[in-house]
């Protein structure tokens, strides 16, 4: 299949990679049939790119590798419609906000995207934790860059 995205030009995929979303994601539910694919060569990130809307992709990482005890609570009825066996078995991603300074990037921990990997089904989950939010820093203001460890070893901080 040929995708025709605005940021990459036309992308060749699978037929078999093309993930499903009955519902579409919150705001573009018109947009039905997406695919994934690498940031970097390198990278934890990924781009979650509609097939069917060519200027519509996100930036969207494994949730564990931001919040490590992230906890999603998934109802039976959600488990049904991506014909999971167990909710374990399901790949939970975020989608993230990357501005000018890739420092204040965010992820939205209030609606992830639950995918079937063996169904090729995904949804976009909407979820009621206090303790969570859509705009959870990725980098703490508090932690340090490698260059600035070293100013502070070579100052002797």
Known sequence: ???????????????????????GVIGFEDAKRFVIFDCGEEGIFKWLQSCDRPELAFVICEANLIVHDYQLIMGDKERKSLQLEQAQDAVVCLILVIPEDPQEATANLLGPIVMNAASRLGMQLVLVNPNYTTRYRIFSRSQSSPSQ?????????
């Open 1 to 23: 299949m040929k995708v025709n995205t605005s940021r990459f030009g036309e992308i060749e995929v699978p037929d078999e990679t093309v993930i499903t979303f009955e519902q």
């Open 149 to 157: 460890e070293e100013e502070r070893k070579n100052a002797g901080a």
